[in-house]
């Protein structure tokens, strides 16, 4: 498979359907820890789900609509991070990612997201890079902070997640305020 260093035993590669099975299992094992947070939990409940996501993902790339990413650590899966959404019109790219808990409190994500960030302003023309938080989810909240992201404002009652209605905080990182090009 084809991957991007960021790190000695730490890799981002594009999502494909090889993958299906670490990530399915990756993703049972977290149910809990990630049902708090995201919304989407229980539509996965075998690996054909999975599977079935991952194409969806790359066809999406394919449009230039989105770039699903796995993260590896010592050559295992341990999350995810990428554009969920790239708006080509306005240049915008809103970046996503959740790591399984026991990958947690080592800064991966945090340098998982600061590659991605860079790979967004080298490989297409955006201008901007969003993350949307919900604003109790500080340990989420603290990765756009570490990397110099301004908080822009809160968005109310947008998601509805685990039966609880969300609001989100909004970050946003403009080209030319990225400046940590390792
Ligand atoms: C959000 C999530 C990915 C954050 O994971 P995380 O492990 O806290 O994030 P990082 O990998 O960047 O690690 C940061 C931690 O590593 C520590 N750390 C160690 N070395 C570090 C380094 N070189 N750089 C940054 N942080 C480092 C930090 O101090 C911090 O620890 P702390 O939480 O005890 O303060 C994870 O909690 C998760 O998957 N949550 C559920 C899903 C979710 O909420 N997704 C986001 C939706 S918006």
């Not at 989420?140 to 998601?159: C, D, H, N």
Request: hydrophobic share 40%; charged share 25%.
């Amino acid at each position: 498979m084809f991957f991007r260093e960021i790190e000695k035993d730490l890799r981002l590669a594009l999502t494909v359907p090889q993958f299906a099975e670490p990530l399915f299992a990756l993703t049972d094992q977290n149910r809990e820890h990630l049902k708090v947070w995201l919304p989407w939990l229980d539509t996965v409940q075998e690996v054909g789900d999975t599977k079935m996501f991952i194409r969806d993902q790359l066809i999406r790339f394919a449009k230039e609509e989105a770039l699903h990413l796995s993260v590896f650590n010592n050559n295992q899966i341990v999350g995810v991070v990428g554009f969920n959404q790239l708006d080509h019109v306005n240049g915008v790219g809103m970046i996503g990612y959740w790591l399984g808990e026991e990958y947690t409190g080592n800064g991966v994500m945090t340098k998982a997201v600061k590659e991605v960030i860079h790979i967004g302003f080298e490989s297409w023309p955006l201008q901007k890079v969003e993350i949307h938080c919900a604003v109790d989810n500080t340990v989420s909240r603290a990765i756009p902070e570490r990397l110099g992201f301004r908080e822009e404002g809160t968005i109310r009652r947008t998601a509805k997640v685990n039966d609880k209605h969300q609001d989100h905080v909004i970050y946003g990182l403009l080209k030319e305020e990225y400046i940590f090009r390792k």
